[in-house]
């Protein structure tokens, strides 16, 4: 309501103007709409405005009227009667109530409802309409300020049908696992309605005052949550994102076709949620946890909100266990640990899917669950990313949710929300689990479109105020839970997608520092044929060697290091045409560095491989190998490794250590492969 709709507002209370003349002046607006348009026009002079107020309207609304004229908010005049109105039924202590009914009540029954109203509501009086409603069928339904009983035949015969189609599809399934004979079906069907009784109960309703863009703006419900689900009449559900002082916000999760203003909603009094357990792996869902891959329904144990608070301080733990990549520059300079969120930037097309998806590859065996959630992408993009996960045998542990591009913003603001919900149900049971947002900026630009049409005032880039917690209260779920409750963790790769390389736009920069560190991938290492396009001076792990083994933390030794001088001599050096021996060395071993950091799709490398290579490069048995011909040498090189260092291979699995002695057999090996 305007400010000067509310002035108004109050010179009717000021004026304590009746209710017979407030409905009088409503019941001449409904007749002659033109009366409003004239009053409006800026054409008609003042002293016929106020004749034909004179004429029509009772004289108590005179000066009322005239104030409306002059500020402009004639046209919203019906809108403030009716507020009036319920302000005036507030102040009498009485309520407005309807009763929709096939055969009418008799006095004794009507006498009956009008005391339980009285009573139920604390009031002194009831003004009770009464509305035939042949589509109800059968019984009646009370509507009472923001409540609904509902005692009809219509809705009796829906709980039927639901209960029937529910046990209908558990004897099934009975039947199909020979616990039930065929025969029985009917009594069982029989016995199902014969004990049917009719639950009804109050319900808190509201009415819906404006729909559109998968928005609806509903009047009423006075109790309803932030994120509680609401229904409406047409089956469609909702979750309430905006709390106004008379009405709320409601974005619809599915078609508005058939809903138009003054259609009910009712309050489920349930958190948005997802149903899991463990038949979400293997699977594809939509954003409410809904299978869209056609391999039948999934049977659920559980409710979990896709709201929920991020464990405190004291139930977790340090980030001590490794999550291996198997991506031999990230778990060498920027290791992710069990628990940890560490953030994957780049420009489009930079390889940034490809490493979370060799990442849910090489937990193959690790026991970790992983959840990669698809924001806005393409549904052929998500089709492949699923079948290469098929083709890698990583389905059977992992769970797709998919809001693709084609549906609307709230499916895509709830997916990762749902996504995370999931990957929560297997933490508490003490299960390590692997998440991935792709990707956040998606996320952000649908957040930002749902926010615009809840008419939430634009901030920074047109995004809310909020945009930052949106993503912060997601990413602090992520965690390692301590043994007293669980032991599980939740490992976070969040995507974003940079705009020419600008890791210092809004986005990137608040999720920058929401994240454990974060994996810059550029377009021109990309395009060099460096990949993965890691870019080895803005990548930072601020978890470090925590989340590494100890193995592999004396392997990768000095590796970043080594590589920014190596950056740092190549540019120095690229016009001198003199070079001496050390910078030549520094210069070769730097090629062959990178050249080893290279890696192609859907290759991860195992634990002891990378200890085994990364050791063989920092002490220089690979620097005499042309770097034609280093791929094909370390290619054959682990076969033989393989082949004849089983014992070797199986003490750096078992012990995570490389010791002196360790060393010095891998020496020996490469030695004996080269002879």
């Known amino acids: 309501m305007k400010e000067t709709d509310k002035e108004l507002l109050k010179e009717l209370i000021r004026l304590a103007v009746p209710q017979e003349d407030n409905d009088t002046a409503k019941a001449v607006i409904a007749a002659c709409p033109d009366v409003v348009e004239t009053l409006s026009n800026p054409l008609v002079t003042h002293d016929e405005k106020r004749g034909i107020v004179k004429r029509l309207f ?64 604390v009031k002194d009086d009831v003004d009770i309409e009464y509305r035939h409603d042949p589509e109800i069928l059968g019984g009646f339904i009370l509507n009472a300020g923001d409540v609904e009983y509902d005692c009809s035949y219509r809705t009796s015969l829906r709980q039927i049908r639901e209960n029937l189609q529910n046990r209908a599809a558990e004897v099934a399934e009975a039947v199909e696992e020979e616990e039930v004979s065929s025969g029985d079906i009917i009594s069982v069907l029989k016995t199902e309605v014969k004990d049917f009784t009719v639950k009804s109960g109050a319900t808190e309703t509201g009415f819906i005052t404006r729909i559109g863009d998968g928005i609806a703006s509903v009047y009423g419900m006075s109790g309803v949550m932030y994120g509680e689900l ?40 349930k958190r948005a949620g997802v149903g899991v357990s463990d038949e979400l792996l293997g699977r594809v869902v939509d954003a409410l946890g809904s299978p869209i891959d056609g391999l039948g329904q999934i049977k659920t144990e559980d409710y979990f909100p896709i709201e929920r608070e991020a464990p405190g301080v004291i139930e977790r733990q340090p980030v001590s266990v490794p999550l291996q990549t198997g991506i031999l520059a990230i778990d060498s300079m920027f290791p992710i640990g069990r628990g940890q969120r560490e953030l994957i930037i780049g420009d489009r097309q930079t390889g940034k899917t490809s490493i979370a998806v060799d990442t849910i590859i090489n937990q193959k065996g690790q026991d970790v669950i992983c959840v990669y959630v698809a924001i806005g992408q393409k549904s052929s993009t998500v089709a492949q990313v699923v079948n290469t996960l098929k083709k890698y045998g990583a389905m059977d542990y992992t769970v797709v949710v998919s809001a693709s591009a084609s549906e609307p913003a709230p499916f895509q603001y709830i997916a990762p929300y749902s996504g995370t919900a999931m990957a929560e149900y297997f933490m508490s049971k003490g299960r390590d689990v692997l998440i991935v947002y792709d990707d956040l900026s998606k996320h952000a630009v649908a957040y930002r479109a749902m926010s615009l049409l809840l008419h939430r ?22 965690s390692r839970l301590d043994e007293e409750h669980g032991g599980g963790s939740l490992t976070a790769l969040p995507i974003i997608e940079t705009l020419a390389g600008d890791i210092s736009a809004y986005i990137p920069t608040n999720v920058i520092s929401i994240t454990d560190g974060q994996i810059f991938l550029e377009s021109e290492l990309f395009n060099s044929g460096l990949r993965p396009a890691v870019n080895y001076g803005l990548s930072v792990s601020r978890v470090g060697g925590a989340a590494q083994t100890k193995a592999m933390k004396k392997a990768a030794g000095n590796l970043r290091i080594d590589l920014a001088q190596f950056k740092e001599m190549e540019i120095f050096t690229q016009f001198s045409s003199e070079l001496d021996q050390s910078t030549t060395d520094l210069l070769n071993h730097g090629h062959m560095l990178t050249e080893l950091l290279k890696q192609p799709l859907y290759n991860p490398l195992p634990h002891y491989e990378q200890v085994i290579l990364l050791y063989a490069a920092q002490h220089g048995l690979f620097d005499t190998i042309p770097l034609k011909e280093l791929r094909e040498y370390r290619t054959e090189l682990m076969s033989y490794v393989r082949s004849y260092g089983q014992d070797l291979i199986e003490e750096i699995e078992n012990g995570k250590v490389l010791t002196d002695e360790i060393g010095e057999r891998i020496e020996r090996i490469i030695t004996a492969f080269e002879e």
């Open 230 to 269: 609401v229904e409406f009449e047409t089956g469609v559900r909702g979750i309430v994102q905006n709390l106004e002082e008379r009405s709320v916000g409601v974005v619809l999760l599915g078609d508005d076709h058939g809903l138009t203003e003054g259609s009910s909603v009712i309050r489920t009094g």
């Open 58 to 121: 009772p004289a108590s609304m005179e000066r009322v009227l005239m104030s409306a004229v002059k500020t402009g908010c004639i046209e919203r005049l019906d809108e403030i009667l009716e507020e009036y109105s319920e302000v005036l039924i507030d102040k009498q202590g009485s309520i407005k109530a309807v009763v929709r009914y096939v055969t009418p009540l008799t006095d004794s029954q009507q006498a009956d409802l009008k005391k339980f109203i009285m009573e139920r509501f």
């Open 457 to 478: 005032p634009p901030g920074r880039e047109a995004y809310p105020g909020d945009v930052f917690y949106l993503h912060s209260r997601l990413l602090e779920r992520s």
